[in-house]
């Protein structure tokens, strides 16, 4: 998946920097030239995956884990994700493990690990396992990002992360509940409020908290997106992500809106305020 976004960080005392602009046009070259090079490297025939290289030395490496699975799937995704089965992403995550004793064994090492999704917390109990296992076996890790949905960010399973997870990032996309009941997420995860209160009360969890906004959401006005940046600055997390909707053959068209006005109106603003 093509992915431009702009996450706009803060220093101590500073408020929030936004510099990257995308325009329309320029999304779409970077997304072929980007489908020309993996036409171009990306093998998947069997042979080649079961022969894996081993470490370059002196190379250093991150190790990436996703995870595939999620409670519901959100109309806009294009991310590669299935609805979550329970046996299923048990066993996902007991071969993930398998496969980082693999990796091990060929003589990688890692400085950090990334896990993706999907989302990585549907079990949180198999997440922490894994993460565990990772920081054992490849004990130079230093950083562990993970992804989550607002679902359980106040359940006491999910508590078991602290001390483990270094960045938690955390999918909000609005925090309009016009646009959360659009995109099939107002259900599973709550209303806007819900979510920023559930993400105020896990700050203290983690040294890194990152909230995903998207924008070009049909409907999604001026004002909206405006709601939307203040309530994310008011929860004050070190990151902020704003991604443009990315629109592929996955995504559904009843939430397709236009980008382009309103992406350049509100990042001005914010570098001014
Ligand atoms: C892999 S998702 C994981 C987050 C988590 N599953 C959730 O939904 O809360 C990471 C982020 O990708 C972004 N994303 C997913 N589909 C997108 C799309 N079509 N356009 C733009 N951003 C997208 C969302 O902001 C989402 O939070
Ligand atoms: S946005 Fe997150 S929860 Fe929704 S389908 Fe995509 S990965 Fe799953």
Known sequence: MTSFSSTLFRDENQPYQANITVPN???????????????????LDTQSAEIMPPPVEGKKYMLYAHIPFCHTLCS??????FLFNEDK???????????????????????SMYIGGGTTTVIESELARTIEHARKLFPSIKEVSCESDPRHLDTPEFQQLKGLVDRMSIGVQ?????????????DKFGSGQQTFDKI???????????????????????EIIRHDLEMASKLDPRQITTYPLMITHQTRKSVKGKLLRLRVRWQTNIVKS
């Open 200 to 222: 105020m009360a896990a700050k203290e969890l983690f040294p890194i908290i990152n909230v995903d906004l998207i924008f070009g959401f049909r409907g999604q006005t001026e």
């Open 89 to 111: 992403a048990r066993s996902y995550f007991g071969s993930l493990r398998k496969e980082m004793n693999m990796v091990k064994a060929l003589g990688y090492d890692f400085e």
């Open 76 to 81: 806009y995704c294009t991310f590669h994700r």
């Open 174 to 186: 609005s925090f309009d509940d016009g646009i959360l009941k659009m995109t099939e997420r107002l």
């Open 25 to 43: 046009w320029m999304l779409g070259s970077m997304e072929r030239v980007m489908q020309h090079y993996v036409d171009k490297n990306l093998r």
